[in-house]
């Protein structure tokens, strides 16, 4: 009985936590990405144009945790098949949150472009038992000024 | 080249299903599946027992040695009383034919536990501390005839079998789930459903002994002793403990109390004493 009511326990102040934290991140997404479209992102490697000016790595990096009730619910997924919908929130969040934290990166460094973005993700846990898992997205690019 | 900076419609990454739906789903379809699994292997034990011959009981015996290994090393240590005890269980035995092959062999543990259960492949153990708390013969009788109705049933390689379909059941969700989830909620279910026998072999087995009793001794007097000094017992804390398994593998004491008592139509029939060699030193 004592284990239930644990694992009821986690799983609401899962679901409570991590709805109320995702909304508000998702708010915050959208804002950011509004106020930085003027950095422009490219998977080109190389300019259109012969570029001399300055260049700079530019990268932003973040680290999510997933909640109680997203881990029972994958879980159960595990068994039935289809789409995880409980970590595609969760993966979105991460790519959006570390493209933005690059774009910011270039615009501390006074860069408008950057070129080559490449996405990395790692999962931290690495599905290690009776851990709670997280995941790492790394977003980095050559960062370029369109006024060199 | 000209570039153009579109933005990008919302939500095209992400199910539109709202995640507690999503959830619900889920839970339910996976619950009914597994009902459904342990209710038609439930089905089918219930259908395959009877006709497995009581060799076969023997054979699964022999694969959970370890655990009876230990059970028996605690008993026989006393010969007198474990043969006492296989004597009266021969002698109401006799009252009923035996299906072939069932070989009744009981055990006396030298515990305080009070409980008795019989087994696979015929065996009956019967701690000390029953022994303790009962003073007549015909209490006795009534303990021992209970568990041989539970082998004439099959009722031991009955619960067995559930429990291994419903543990393999277990076994599947919590290894193909990376969670413990499904672990934790199933084996509290699975703890509480499978260790005891079901009401109705309960009812099935003291039917059987109340027939028995009454071969023998030509009446049922005496046959709710054990359960007049469980009602006593469970009063102090000492008691109570002694008395945990039993209260585990027997919820519903007070309606069979009651059912038994019912049946009892010669109430002051002269009783058999318990021989004083019975009752532990340790008193």
Known sequence: MFEVITLLTLTVIGYI??????????????EREETLRGVSTFTTRIPPQPYSGAS???????????????????????????????????????????????????????????????????????????????????????GLSRTP | MRYHNPKIPEGINISSTHPLADFAWMLTGIALGLLALVVSAHLLAAWLVPQLPFQFEQKILRTVEPVWEIQTKLASADEKKADYLQKLANRLAQQDTLPEGLVVKVHYINTPKINAFATLGGNILIHQGLLDNLHTENGLAMVIAHELGHLVHRDPLLAT??????????????GFSETRVAE????????????????????????????????????TAGATEFFESVETLADNTRGYNQLLEFFDTHPNRGARMDTIAATISDPTAPLVPLPDFLSSTRR
């Open chain 2, 184 to 219: 934790n909620l199933f084996s509290l279910s699975a703890q509480s459903l499978l260790l005891s026998f079901s009401r109705q072999q309960e009812r099935r087995a003291d039917q059987y002994a109340l027939n028995l009793l009454n071969g023998y001794y030509g009446h």
């Open chain 1, 56 to 142: 700079h790595l530019a990268t932003g990096n973040v680290v999510i945790s997933i909640d109680y009730f997203k881990k029972i619910s994958a879980g159960l997924r595990s068994l039935v098949g289809g789409r995880v919908n409980a970590y595609e929130s969760l993966v979105e969040r991460a790519r959006r949150e570390a493209v933005l934290r690059m774009k910011a990166d270039a615009q501390r460094q006074g860069l408008d472009m950057i070129f080559n973005v490449k996405l990395e993700t790692a999962s931290i846990t690495k599905g290690a038992k009776g851990q709670i898992g997280a995941v790492e997205v790394l977003a980095y690019g050559t």
């Open chain 2, 161 to 174: 079998g559930r429990a291994t379909v419903s543990l393999a059941a277990i076994a599947l969700i919590s």
């Open chain 1, 17 to 30: 936590f991590g709805s109320l934290n995702e909304r508000r991140h998702f708010r915050s997404i959208l």
